[in-house]
């Protein structure tokens, strides 16, 4: 079992609808980091977050330490959403480097 | 300008050719890593480094090598490459300050492997 798991792998909606992705992982985490990446490749950060919730215009990510579960959330999705959304630990102090989720695709249709 | 350049963007070699993959960065940051990424598979480290006397092995270290020749470069190397080590690949850095790993990546490199 991957240490970071994330759920659906492949998310295919609407535009305008309400869109939810949702990163599970198995370990004690200082920080919880969601990526998104464009059909040319290139990877950026989204948001980094240790506990609660922050927003950025259209997107929207919690975290539930206890339940070890994170979701992002984008409102009035547009197809320019549509995108590989990633999410990544760190461990707990001494941690060296992130653990990745496999991804999940989405694609919002006009 | 970018702040995080990898070169080239595309190569295509053959089996058993020494390849390098370059990364260089104007963030000013001391960490620098080193991914790979296969469909349907995540990120996964090769190396990473976190100053210019630091080189460590990620998950899958076998069959790479790397050099980081300044703050500011960090260099991938396919000693004798092979058609499983196509793959996306992917430099990235990180800020010490925080100590969170926030992670600013390049555009990547598309490598195949004939």
């Known amino acids: 079992k991957n240490e970071v798991e994330q759920s659906p792998q492949n998310l295919t909606a609407q535009e305008g609808e309400f869109i939810t992705i949702n990163c599970s992982y198995s370990v004690g985490i200082s920080a919880l980091h969601w990526l998104q990446q464009h059909p040319g490749g290139g990877i950026v950060s989204l948001f980094m977050l240790s506990s609660g919730k922050k927003k950025h215009g259209r997107l929207i990510a919690t975290i539930n330490i206890q339940e070890k579960h994170s979701s992002l959330h984008i409102t009035a999705s547009h197809p320019r959403d549509s995108a590989v959304y990633i999410c990544a630990v760190k461990g707990l102090q001494g941690a060296q480097k992130l653990v990745f989720g496999q991804g999940t695709r989405l694609t919002i249709n006009p | 300008d970018a702040d995080v350049t990898q070169t080239p963007r595309n190569r295509i070699t053959k089996t058993g050719k020494r390849i390098m993959l370059e990364c260089s960065q104007t963030k000013g940051h001391d960490r620098m890593y080193w991914y790979r990424q296969d469909p349907g598979l995540g990120l996964r480290l090769i190396y990473y480094s976190f100053d210019v006397k630091d080189i460590n092995k990620g998950e899958i270290s076998d069959g790479y090598s790397v050099s980081r020749q300044a703050q500011a470069k960090f260099s991938l190397s396919l000693e004798s490459a092979i058609p499983n080590q196509t793959a996306l690949y992917f430099c990235?850095?990180?800020?010490?300050?925080?100590?969170?790993?926030?992670?600013?990546f390049g555009p990547g490199t598309r490598l195949t492997v004939l």
């Open positions: 990235a850095t990180s800020p010490i300050a925080g100590g969170t790993d926030e992670q600013f």
